[in-house]
């Protein structure tokens, strides 16, 4: 079975599209960043690496150094797909990612975006 095209992408040419789409939305690359940091445990500094090297987007989530264990919390649907019940492993990063960045673009706040408990 072949690996689905976006496997083999780099991560570098995605990445601006998430940007892009964060920004024509009145958001922010930071806000984007922040997500992904979030999502991976990628630090800035080792963020821009990756998208130095031209790394690829299997390779990206394969080698995240910290994938955050709340990502099960999300939920929904993205590209008419619902993404718990994503079964490949890489795919469902993937989609999680894409998920977080739709509802950044939604004007969803951030707190809500990082599953982070409502403050009392």
Same mark, same amino acid.
């Given at each position: 079975?072949?690996?689905?095209?976006? &496997?083999?992408?780099?991560?570098?040419?995605?990445? /601006?599209?998430?940007?892009?789409?964060?920004?024509?939305?009145?958001?922010?690359?930071?806000?984007?960043? *922040?997500?992904?940091?979030?999502?991976?445990?990628? *630090?800035?500094?080792?963020?821009?690496?990756?998208? @130095?090297?031209?790394?690829?987007?299997?390779?990206?989530?394969?080698?995240?150094?910290?994938?955050?264990? @709340?990502?099960?919390?999300?939920?929904?649907?993205?590209?008419?797909? +619902?993404?718990?019940?994503?079964?490949?492993?890489?795919?469902?990063?993937? +989609? &999680?990612?894409?998920?977080?960045?739709?509802?950044?673009?939604?004007?969803? /706040?951030?707190?809500?975006?990082? +599953?982070? /408990? *409502?403050?009392?």
């Amino acid at each position: 079975m072949t690996k689905p095209r976006i &496997y083999t992408m780099s991560f570098a040419r995605v990445y /601006p599209e998430y940007v892009n789409k964060a920004e024509r939305k009145g958001r922010t690359k930071a806000e984007v960043d *922040a997500i992904i940091h979030w999502l991976t445990g990628y *630090a800035p500094d080792a963020l821009t690496a990756q998208l @130095d090297q031209q790394t690829d987007v299997e390779t990206f989530f394969a080698h995240a150094p910290a994938l955050n264990p @709340d990502r099960s919390l999300i939920k929904g649907v993205v590209c008419g797909v +619902r993404v718990e019940e994503v079964q490949e492993p890489t795919m469902r990063e993937i +989609r &999680y990612l894409d998920k977080l960045i739709d509802e950044l673009a939604k004007g969803k /706040p951030m707190d809500k975006i990082l +599953r982070r /408990p *409502a403050a009392s």
